[in-house]
């Protein structure tokens, strides 16, 4: 089982989907279009989030960090950086940056420093950045060009979007085993991500939508959105700044198009979506998709899974 | 007034240098020859150890390291690096060394970059790497070759030392203002550090010796010794380790011969040391060493001085 993954979102089905089927069995392929450089330090929010979650000690209530991280070198780092600091990255979270810069500027990949940092969380699932190359989301609002942090984060994804642009996607190749991954997978899932920000970028890596197209099992997409909003993030505006689609599930759907074959969405988008979906050759499947617990999350997959036939 | 110096011992002693004269008047040489990488960030402690204590913010009991730091980070770091961590480095401390390699990785040369650190911790006086290139020192011990702190960290100076070699001293140019600040001074002062592994590096640095034995003003030395033990570290078993010298005053002296005028030594030792001294043509001047406060180095900075006539 393969799941396409950005952040927050991505990691809350996950923590629940490991509920339901050994974690060892499970690759998921993550979105590192939003990486970005702070302090000299390479940071990777999507794949930290989802091997913090993975390993059960990302925080609570925001999603990303670290439970119980501290903030003293941040601080510190203001002294040098007085415009620094506003993304915040806590004592025991800077480990991980310290050590994947180390071991990148030693000349590793991408792939095999998160496959040591996931195995030192002890992480059963293997973890897979989309590229091994640099790519970089750059977001084009109507108070300029900016990286997606700083849109996100700094900016508070206040500024209007004009056009987000992948620097460096050109070509670009996927990470070893990506593509074998979804080749060989019984089932594709797309994690609940914005598909804009999150999974486009892993759809833009050179082979993976062909291989999605061409492989014969199911693929399936976790809906975002939950009564016309998203569960976490930007998305409903970025929809509309972007593409100006509506926020429901057919939106959600029209990235994944031509691979898509199953679609889980909000018993609450049921009325409106699932014909709508169903028209399109989509299955549309029901369930619950506010992930408040693992519990929850581990029920929608349980629900998708059954629904697929999926054991 | 320029100072030589290593790192504890000599910011024992600006402490109280800079209560007689006035900081921004006080250029300071620093040994670079024990810097070293963890986890790929550059330190530089003897350099954070005098910009840390001429700030204020130094670890009172230990003389290194920040005041009232923690070690969320580096306890974090151990997770990558199992090895790693006995070279403790605070979080706030941690903030340091990753701008320090931030602004290295960005080509920035190591004087600038510590000028940059210094102006950010509010210091008035000027602190000099000796150079902007590597040099290491190399400890060749009974138990090995091994770089400098992990003869005195790992190893807590344990190992018998045959021999200390200055890895990459060849021809090295002194960093920018150094050897100026040399010529320029009215005094020099060797600050209370340890001669072979301190001092030694700076004057191995191209055009440092000769500069000190062509200028015109006093050049004194400070003894790291009171009542024939070392103030801090392991120097008495280095000198005899290395030179077979006994712990006295003259042992001092012989690594600074050719322009040494001046040597202050402790009460303690002024009985058996100040004719010896003196019969080398080096004006012994009598003061008490043990610098447990800023006052009692203020007092030694004011003997010394007034013995020199500098104001």
Redesign the interface.
């Known amino acids: 089982l393969t799941v396409l993954a950005g952040g927050v979102g991505a990691a809350k089905f996950l923590r629940g989907l490991i509920r339901c089927i050994d974690p060892a069995k499970i690759t998921v392929i993550v979105n590192t279009a939003d990486d970005d450089t702070f ?3 390479a940071v990777s929010p999507d794949l930290d989030t989802i091997t913090y979650t993975l390993a059960d000690v990302a925080h609570r209530r925001q999603g990303w960090g ?1 439970d119980g ?2 903030f ?6 203001k ?3 007085p415009d620094g600091g506003w993304f915040r990255l ?7 940056h ?2 994947r ?3 990148l ?2 000349g590793a990949r991408l792939s095999t420093v998160t496959a ?2 996931t195995r ?2 002890g992480v059963d699932s293997t973890i897979l950045p989309m590229t091994d190359y640099t790519v970089r989301s750059i977001v084009i609002t109507d108070r300029g060009k900016m990286s997606f942090q700083e849109y996100l984060v700094k900016h508070r994804a206040r500024p209007k979007v004009e056009k987000i642009t992948l620097k460096g996607i050109t070509g670009v190749q996927a990470a070893p085993g990506v593509l074998r991954a979804l080749r060989e997978a019984e089932l594709v899932v797309i994690a609940p991500s914005n598909p804009i920000l999150s999974i486009q970028p892993i759809l833009a890596v050179e082979g993976v939508k062909e291989t999605l197209i061409k492989r014969d099992g199911w693929t399936v997409a976790i809906s975002p959105l939950v009564g016309g909003r998203a569960v976490s993030g930007p998305l409903v505006k970025l929809l509309d700044d972007v593409r100006h689609y509506p926020p429901k599930a057919l939106s959600i759907a029209q990235f994944y198009y031509p691979f898509l074959r199953a679609m889980v969405i909000d018993r609450r988008d049921w009325a409106r979506d699932a014909d709508e979906i169903d028209s399109h050759q989509i299955m549309p499947i029901a369930s619950d998709l506010v992930f408040s617990t693992a519990e929850k999350a581990a029920a929608a997959a349980r629900t998708m899974l059954r629904a697929l036939d999926v054991r």
Chains 1, 2 share one sequence.
């Open positions: 302090f000299g330090l670290l991280d501290r003293h070198c941040l601080e510190a780092l002294r040098f950086y806590g004592d025991a979270d800077l480990a991980t310290v050590y810069t180390d071991r500027s030693a040591e940092i030192a969380f």
